[in-house]
Nanobody, 123 residues
């Protein structure tokens, strides 16, 4: 599975962005997917997760109520809608696919990663 993230950019606090993660590969739509982020000098952290059919989602407490993860398996694409962005959301955002199962908030549970897309939120 190959993953390509896009949609990052510069936005003012309170603004919105939608990240996309396009997956390629014959079975790409069958993978649970996650979004992680990594700020400069910090470890990569969990942001959001969605099951293969979109039936269940989970979020980090820091983004709950502001971010929404979704997917369109017909397009092999996962989205992260980010609203009410804050300066502390500034980071490189990575999409990832897991064939390894639980726990879903842990980096090592994911075996396919896209390149990061940079989100910068100005105050």
């Amino acid at each position: 599975v190959q993953l390509q993230a896009s949609g990052g950019g510069l936005v003012q606090a309170g603004g919105s962005l939608r990240l996309s993660c396009a997956a390629s590969g014959r079975t790409a739509s069958g993978y649970p997917m996650g979004w992680f982020r990594q700020a400069p000098g910090k470890e990569r952290e969990f942001v959001a997760y969605i099951t293969w059919n979109g039936g269940s989602t989970e979020y980090a407490d820091s983004v709950k109520g502001r971010f929404t993860i979704s997917r369109d398996n017909a397009k092999n694409t996962v989205y992260l809608q980010m609203n009410n962005l804050k300066p502390e959301d500034t980071a490189a955002y990575y999409c990832a696919a897991t064939g390894l199962g639980l726990p879903i908030r842990v980096v090592t549970s994911y075996n396919y990663w896209g390149q990061g897309t940079l989100v910068t939120v100005s105050s």
